[in-house]
């Protein structure tokens, strides 16, 4: 063999040793698996003959593939990963018809006792154990009709009575997020997992448990195929019917496109492996979900994470670095210090109670003033003991994951520029800058409506406005809650297509300073205009949701790739040459071929990465 046929064999071998690389821990874990299979295969003779009596074990594992590739890939939101496999032998035990009926049963009966309880504002722990008490006492019942004759005898069995634990939890969270996000969101969430439950079912009772069971090698087979597909940037199929606009004229023609885009660089895959330069493809500029997560794993470190995600420790940092934010009065760790924190609430008129790890301004409890019975807040008018209710809700841990106890912040309520309550009315409404890399990529301010109660979320019904990055100016108006566009506000009747938010360069750069002080590469960032139309950060997510892009009319995909593909050079630029930077790029439409060489001072001698460019001059770790 010639030197040269010697090198390209080297060179072949060493692509696919790196193509295969991420992969080696998986192949481990599939080959243990492999190995288990066959081992039992030769030690036992016909494994679905002698495992049949672990047949549950088989049943699990297949349904919660199916649940994982429903969530993962097809995009359904459902309440909990486990919980609908874990009620779907209810509907084994009881039959479909009537294990779905004894499911909603001790569901609607446990909601009907959340809210007979909710006007004691009882904390946690006393209501939940009140509301399993009722589901318990409601499933023993449907027992008791069982052993008397009058339902059908598979009601006797344990099995249908073990997942009154789950239910009883699925109606609480249902209720609480109800309170928080009205009934429309809760209720299809509360569809779909209800499909989950049913897809489960069908699953575990289906012949291909018994046809798994006696094929070890189903077993790595059918792990690797979930991880491979789960690892895959591909669009989930919800995000056909989300973004369908951005990709082709309707959903169906924006799934064929992706998947002739993806079979395109399964082929550039293989052909960059055999050394041809094929280029990847993209349906569209679109971010999915899955790529998100791939940046936010890779440009947001696990060390920085959780700081941004609590509020109160984000809001230390901030303060820190004179990062402008809302006046923090008090924080709540623990139920002893809910005391202290009535003292402080006693004097003010208005306020804002949070807590410190949320998800969509859940909690967010808003007093727009003092009234002769308590407090005009967002929620109603509440009185000051209801407003400590709140709090000792907030400490138990009521919006804090799975996390058994949060933390109540409560701080400076901020009155909004002249300009956004001009357009909104009331409410706060905020701007949203995605920062990646210490560079604003994108940006839309959310306007309040009477539908979102004031708040500026999207999924509760605020408005959405694109902007363009380079003045602050409109791109479009979405209301995503009824997938409409909308050209005056729906309340105010203000036009949406024809302003300019104020002190535009001021709002971005303290965007890219708040990201830095995170020590996040990848975020957003959320910022109000007080009276004096000065930017106040109001937080910073670890995870920016995806709808901006229907606001601003265009994918975020390019603009992460453009900012990717810049010379190391540009890092050390200051959080305001970023800016001027980013608002050029914005200008030229994100075109690489016109994108303007950073500051010569950068460039030129030792000195350029040792300066000192204040915050921002590094904001993503070496990973």
Same mark, same amino acid.
């Given at each position: 063999?010639?030197?040269?046929?010697?090198?390209?064999?080297?060179?072949?071998?060493?692509?696919?040793?790196?193509?295969?690389?991420?992969?080696?821990?998986?192949?481990?874990?599939?080959?243990?698996?492999?190995?288990?299979?066959?081992?039992?295969?030769?030690? #036992?003779?016909?494994?679905?003959?002698? +495992? %049949?009596? /672990?047949? !549950? =074990?088989?049943?699990? &594992?297949? @349904?919660?593939?199916?649940?994982? #590739?429903?969530?993962?890939?097809?995009? +359904? %939101?459902? /309440?909990? !990963? =486990?919980?609908?496999? &874990?009620? @779907?032998?209810?509907?084994?035990?009881?039959?479909?018809?009537?294990?779905?009926?004894?499911?909603?049963?001790? =569901?609607?009966?446990?909601?009907?006792?959340?809210?007979?309880?909710?006007?004691?504002?009882?904390?946690?722990?006393?209501?939940?154990?009140?509301?399993?008490?009722?589901?318990?006492?409601?499933?023993?019942?449907?027992?008791?009709?069982?052993?008397?004759?009058?339902?059908?005898?598979?009601?006797?069995?344990?099995?249908?009575?073990?997942?009154?634990?789950?239910?009883?939890?699925?109606?609480?969270?249902?209720?609480?997020?109800?309170?928080?996000?009205?009934?429309?969101?809760?209720?299809?969430?509360?569809?779909?997992?209800?499909?989950?439950?049913?897809?489960?079912?069908?699953?575990?009772?289906?012949?291909?448990?018994?046809?798994?069971?006696?094929?070890?090698?189903?077993?790595?087979?059918?792990?690797?195929?979930?991880?491979?597909?789960?690892?895959?940037?591909?669009?989930?199929?919800?995000?056909?019917?989300?973004?369908?606009?951005?990709?082709?004229?309707?959903?169906?023609?924006?799934?064929?496109?992706?998947?002739?885009?993806?079979?395109?660089?399964?082929?550039?895959?293989?052909?960059?492996?055999?050394?041809?330069?094929?280029?990847?493809?993209?349906?569209?500029?679109?971010?999915?979900?899955?790529?998100?997560?791939?940046?936010?794993?890779?440009?947001?470190?696990?060390?920085?994470?959780?700081?941004?995600?609590?509020?109160?420790?984000?809001?230390?940092?901030?303060?820190?670095?004179?990062?402008?934010?809302?006046?923090?009065?008090?924080?709540?760790?623990?139920?002893?210090?809910?005391?202290?924190?009535?003292?402080?609430?006693?004097?003010?008129?208005?306020?804002?109670?949070?807590?410190?790890?949320?998800?969509?301004?859940?909690?967010?409890?808003?007093?727009?003033?003092?009234?002769?019975?308590?407090?005009?807040?967002?929620?109603?008018?509440?009185?000051?003991?209801?407003?400590?209710?709140?709090?000792?809700?907030?400490?138990?841990?009521?919006?804090?994951?799975?996390?058994?106890?949060?933390?109540?912040?409560?701080?400076?309520?901020?009155?909004?520029?002249?300009?956004?309550?001009?357009?909104?009315?009331?409410?706060?409404?905020?701007?949203?800058?995605?920062?990646?890399?210490?560079?604003?990529?994108?940006?839309?301010?959310?306007?309040?409506?009477?539908?979102?109660?004031?708040?500026?979320?999207?999924?509760?019904?605020?408005?959405?406005?694109?902007?363009?990055?380079?003045?602050?100016?409109?791109?479009?108006?979405?209301?995503?809650?009824?997938?409409?566009?909308?050209?005056?506000?729906?309340?105010?009747?203000?036009?949406?297509?024809?302003?300019?938010?104020?002190?535009?360069?001021?709002?971005?750069?303290?965007?890219?300073?708040?990201?830095?002080?995170?020590?996040?590469?990848?975020?957003?960032?959320?910022?109000?205009?007080?009276?004096?139309?000065?930017?106040?950060?109001?937080?910073?997510?670890?995870?920016?949701?995806?709808?901006?892009?229907?606001?601003?009319?265009?994918?975020?995909?390019?603009?992460?790739?453009?900012?990717?593909?810049?010379?190391?050079?540009?890092?050390?630029?200051?959080?305001?040459?970023?800016?001027?930077?980013?608002?050029?790029?914005?200008?030229?439409?994100?075109?690489?071929?016109?994108?303007?060489?950073?500051?010569?001072?950068?460039?030129?001698?030792?000195?350029?990465?040792?300066?000192?460019?204040?915050?921002?001059?590094?904001?993503?770790?070496?990973?």
């Amino acid at each position: 063999m010639s030197t040269t046929s010697q090198g390209r064999v080297a060179s072949l071998g060493t692509r696919v040793v790196d193509s295969l690389r991420p992969y080696a821990g998986l192949t481990v874990l599939l080959g243990a698996v492999l190995l288990l299979g066959v081992a039992i295969e030769r030690v #036992v003779g016909d494994p679905a003959t002698v +495992l %049949s009596p /672990y047949r !549950l =074990f088989f049943q699990l &594992i297949l @349904a919660g593939v199916v649940l994982a #590739v429903l969530q993962n890939e097809v995009g +359904l %939101s459902t /309440y909990g !990963l =486990f919980g609908p496999m &874990i009620i @779907a032998f209810i509907l084994v035990a009881a039959g479909p018809l009537w294990g779905l009926a004894l499911f909603l049963n001790i =569901f609607v009966v446990t909601l009907a006792s959340y809210y007979a309880l909710q006007p004691l504002e009882l904390g946690t722990g006393p209501r939940v154990a009140i509301l399993l008490s009722v589901a318990c006492l409601a499933t023993m019942v449907t027992r008791l009709l069982a052993d008397l004759g009058h339902l059908p005898v598979a009601y006797q069995s344990a099995v249908v009575s073990f997942p009154v634990l789950i239910s009883s939890w699925y109606a609480e969270q249902m209720a609480t997020d109800i309170k928080e996000r009205g009934w429309t969101v809760p209720a299809v969430q509360l569809l779909w997992t209800i499909v989950s439950i049913v897809v489960a079912y069908l699953v575990i009772t289906s012949r291909l448990v018994g046809w798994f069971m006696g094929s070890p090698a189903a077993w790595a087979g059918t792990l690797g195929a979930l991880a491979w597909v789960s690892s895959r940037p591909t669009f989930r199929v919800s995000e056909f019917m989300r973004f369908d606009g951005h990709i082709a004229d309707n959903p169906l023609l924006a799934a064929v496109t992706a998947c002739q885009v993806k079979l395109h660089n399964v082929w550039a895959r293989v052909a960059s492996i055999a050394g041809s330069d094929v280029e990847q493809q993209s349906a569209s500029a679109i971010l999915p979900m899955k790529v998100r997560n791939q940046y936010i794993d890779r440009y947001n470190p696990d060390h920085a994470r959780p700081a941004a995600d609590r509020k109160a420790e984000l809001k230390s940092r901030l303060n820190d670095l004179d990062v402008a934010a809302p006046e923090t009065y008090a924080v709540a760790r623990r139920a002893s210090e809910l005391e202290d924190l009535r003292t402080t609430l006693e004097p003010l008129d208005e306020f804002v109670l949070k807590p410190s790890q949320g998800y969509g301004g859940e909690g967010v409890l808003i007093a727009f003033e003092r009234t002769e019975d308590g407090f005009e807040t967002n929620d109603g008018t509440m009185t000051e003991d209801g407003v400590m209710a709140h709090a000792r809700r907030i400490v138990e841990g009521d919006y804090a994951g799975l996390e058994p106890t949060g933390e109540a912040i409560l701080e400076q309520r901020l009155v909004p520029s002249p300009f956004f309550r001009d357009i909104c009315g009331r409410g706060v409404p905020d701007i949203r800058v995605i920062v990646f890399q210490g560079y604003p990529v994108m940006t839309m301010t959310r306007l309040p409506t009477e539908e979102s109660g004031g708040a500026a979320n999207l999924h509760l019904g605020g408005v959405g406005v694109g902007l363009h990055l380079s003045d602050g100016t409109p791109v479009g108006a979405y209301q995503q809650t009824t997938d409409r566009w909308l050209d005056t506000h729906p309340d105010t009747g203000r036009a949406l297509d024809d302003f300019a938010v104020p002190n535009w360069r001021s709002v971005l750069e303290t965007a890219v300073n708040a990201t830095a002080a995170t020590g996040l590469g990848y975020a957003g960032v959320d910022i109000v205009l007080d009276a004096d139309d000065q930017p106040k950060v109001l937080e910073v997510n670890v995870r920016p949701g995806l709808g901006i892009q229907n606001t601003t009319q265009d994918g975020i995909l390019d603009r992460l790739e453009f900012v990717e593909r810049l010379p190391t050079t540009y890092e050390f630029c200051s959080p305001a040459e970023k800016v001027a930077l980013a608002r050029q790029w914005d200008e030229n439409g994100w075109d690489c071929s016109v994108a303007p060489e950073p500051p010569q001072e950068l460039t030129a001698g030792s000195s350029g990465p040792h300066r000192n460019t204040g915050l921002g001059t590094r904001v993503m770790s070496d990973d």
